[in-house]
């Protein structure tokens, strides 16, 4: 017990332990765990790097499987690569009449702000939804019959919130706010 040290103010990472001459000496073989060869701390468990000094850990099975996962990735990466190349998309030609469907020209086709072009879609995908209750569900007695009713219902009230929102976001043409 005389290797302890009485009344000593310790940091959490500092064993109360005083180190003993051998441990000044470094060691290449460790006995009881795996421990860094630059600073002889032992390492946390499944740890890469050295918590003291920050050396990474010597060569493990850990790290022979995450290096094979790296050139495994790289070699997804090389085959993938052409097809992912966007450049190759950018050089074929589009149909002249896919530029109608351009959120702009939409938007300034109907003559909306963006606001409620996009309230105004949100409430036609509602309006969709309350129609495709139809086709995906069929009632079979009474129960099922109300409960496909309160479905549309809910859809068209959420239509109608949406579309009322829109209204409330478009501003006026007519009117300028010209407060002179």
Request: charged fraction near 15%.
């Given at each position: 017990m005389a290797e302890f040290v009485h009344d000593a103010q310790q940091e959490f990472w500092q064993s109360p332990v005083l180190p003993s001459p051998e441990a000044n000496r470094p060691t290449g073989v460790q006995s009881i765990a795996e421990a860094c060869a630059g600073c002889g701390t032992e390492y946390l468990i499944a740890a890469r790097y050295c918590h003291t000094c920050g050396q990474p850990r010597p060569s493990t099975e850990l790290n022979t499987?995450?290096?094979?996962?790296?050139?495994?990735?790289?070699?997804?990466?090389?085959?993938?690569?052409?097809?992912l190349d966007i450049s190759y998309y950018l050089r074929t030609s589009l149909p002249p009449w896919l530029q109608y469907?351009?959120?702009?020209?939409?938007?300034?086709?109907?003559?909306?702000?963006?606001?409620?072009?996009?309230?105004?879609?949100?409430?036609?995908?509602?309006?969709?939804?309350?129609l495709c209750v139809s086709f995906f569900y069929r009632a079979s007695n009474l129960a099922e019959f109300q409960a496909i009713q309160l479905w549309r219902l809910e859809w068209l009230l959420a239509a109608t919130a949406s579309f009322?929102?829109?209204?409330?976001?478009?501003?006026?043409?007519?009117?300028?706010?010209d407060h002179e």
């Open positions: 499987e995450s290096r094979a996962l790296g050139e495994l990735w790289a070699w997804l990466q090389a085959r993938l690569r052409p097809w469907l351009h959120f702009h020209e939409i938007r300034r086709w109907v003559g909306l702000p963006t606001a409620s072009l996009i309230a105004f879609f949100i409430g036609l995908g509602c309006v969709a939804g309350a009322v929102a829109g209204i409330l976001l478009k501003t006026p043409s007519g009117e300028h706010s």
